[in-house]
């Protein structure tokens, strides 16, 4: 069975106090069982959120990591230094960082296997524009992220990524893509790492969902067979949000 995943990204929001104040009110909202929690503060965050959270299960993961091991790389942050504080999981080839900071499929690529280097588990984002699907050309767009960034690591490799499908026109919009939608995107995507990797190993790859997903919507959107949680961003900066979209998975 494959692994449940709710995963709050917070972008640049919260200071430190916020920081600290809603890591308390998640811990409040009580425990959970059978699936994973993440939540991503901004770098600067990430060891007071791991010593805030050292008693619970919910994960502290990382919005990004360099692809260097270390060197001239001023404001950047390593694989090695995230170990070094003990976090585990990063997300990279968010939307964000494709279209604001230059993030190509190439670099992409660099920075999954230097991720992967460092024993730490990726959350790979992809997703298609709005005139993609627009043009009929969302599965093409989505297909070519997905190939030119991981196709060139091993099954083994690919057991330590789990995939979020982020359609670029539903992040941040209230725009979600329809429950059929996901679904028929995502089980495009399991498709294509069964043609690459086989059965098994499509089938035992999560695929989370994101874009707009509110406790008004979760239940729906993760009731589709190949929908394994989600990768929230607005709702996942309310405690109470977050978690009504945690316990609809
Ligand atoms: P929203 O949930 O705010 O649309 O953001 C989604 C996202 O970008 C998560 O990485």
């Known amino acids: 069975m494959r692994t449940k995943i709710v995963a709050g990204n917070w972008k640049m929001n919260n200071d430190l106090a916020e920081t600290q ?104 984002c992809f997703g298609e524009e709005l005139e993609d699907r627009k043009a009929g050309n969302h599965f093409e767009v989505v297909a070519s992220q997905i190939k030119n960034a991981l196709f060139a690591l091993d099954a083994a490799a690919l057991k330590h990524i789990i995939l979020a499908y982020e359609p670029v026109w539903a992040i941040g919009t209230g725009e979600t893509a329809s429950p059929e939608q996901a679904q028929e995107m995502h089980a495009f995507i399991r498709n294509l790492l069964a043609e690459k990797y086989g059965e098994a190993t499509a089938q035992a790859t999560s695929i989370l969902y994101g874009g707009s997903v509110k406790p008004n919507n979760a239940q729906e959107i993760f009731s589709k067979a190949d929908v394994d949680g989600g990768l929230i961003g607005g709702a996942s900066l309310k405690a109470e949000d977050f978690f009504a979209i945690v316990k609809s998975l």
């Open 21 to 124: 104040t809603l890591i308390e009110q998640l811990i409040q909202q009580g425990d959970f069982s059978n699936k994973r929690v993440m939540i991503a503060p901004t770098a600067v965050h990430l060891s007071a959120a791991k010593s805030a959270l050292s008693a619970s299960k919910i994960e502290v993961v990382a919005q990004n990591m360099h692809q260097a091991e270390a060197g001239a790389y001023t404001g950047e942050i390593s694989g090695k230094m995230l170990k070094g504080i003990d976090v585990n999981t990063v997300i990279l080839g968010h939307s964000e960082r494709r279209a604001y900071f230059g993030e190509t499929d190439a670099i992409l690529e660099e920075k999954v296997a230097a991720a992967l280097k460092q024993d730490i588990e990726v959350i790979f």
